[in-house]
Nanobody, 127 residues
Framework: HVQLVESGGGSMRAGGSLRLSCTAS????????MAWFRQSPGKEREAVAAIRRDDLTAYTDSVKGRFTISKDNAGNSLFLQMSNLKPEDTAMYYC??????????????????????RGQGTQVTVS
């Protein structure tokens, strides 16, 4: 049974930084495509960033230059370094994974349907 577990969320003043982490059981990050999504009340879930097994990365426009996605295959961990946080970044952040390779055009579309495994989320609040 695949379980993804996020951590590192919290409350932060605008302009601050947070680092989210994601670990997994029954799933190996190496050789997988991974992503971070977020959802705030009343809004649809949106992709934040993704990293493919070949280290190709993609970001939604609103976080480019502020967020960095990375992974540690040896530690089976996924990270999201968030800097210059803004109130509009407030949301529940979810780690997501795909064992199937996502072709480049679809990878850049950052669609949640491509990632069947998701965690329970970690809350980020920016004031």
């Amino acid at each position: 049974h695949v379980q993804l577990v996020e951590s590192g969320g919290g409350s932060m003043r605008a302009g601050g930084s947070l680092r989210l982490s994601c670990t997994a059981s029954e799933f190996t990050f190496e050789g997988s495509d991974m992503a971070w999504f977020r959802q705030s009340p009343g809004k649809e879930r949106e992709a934040v960033a993704a990293i493919r097994r070949d280290d190709l990365t993609a970001y939604t426009d609103s976080v480019k230059g502020r967020f960095t996605i990375s992974k540690d295959n040896a530690g089976n961990s996924l990270f999201l370094q968030m800097s210059n946080l803004k109130p509009e970044d407030t949301a529940m952040y979810y780690c997501a994974a795909s064992a199937s390779f996502i072709l480049t055009p679809r990878f850049y579309r950052l669609e949640s349907s491509e990632y069947p495994y998701r965690g329970q989320g970690t809350q980020v609040t920016v004031s």
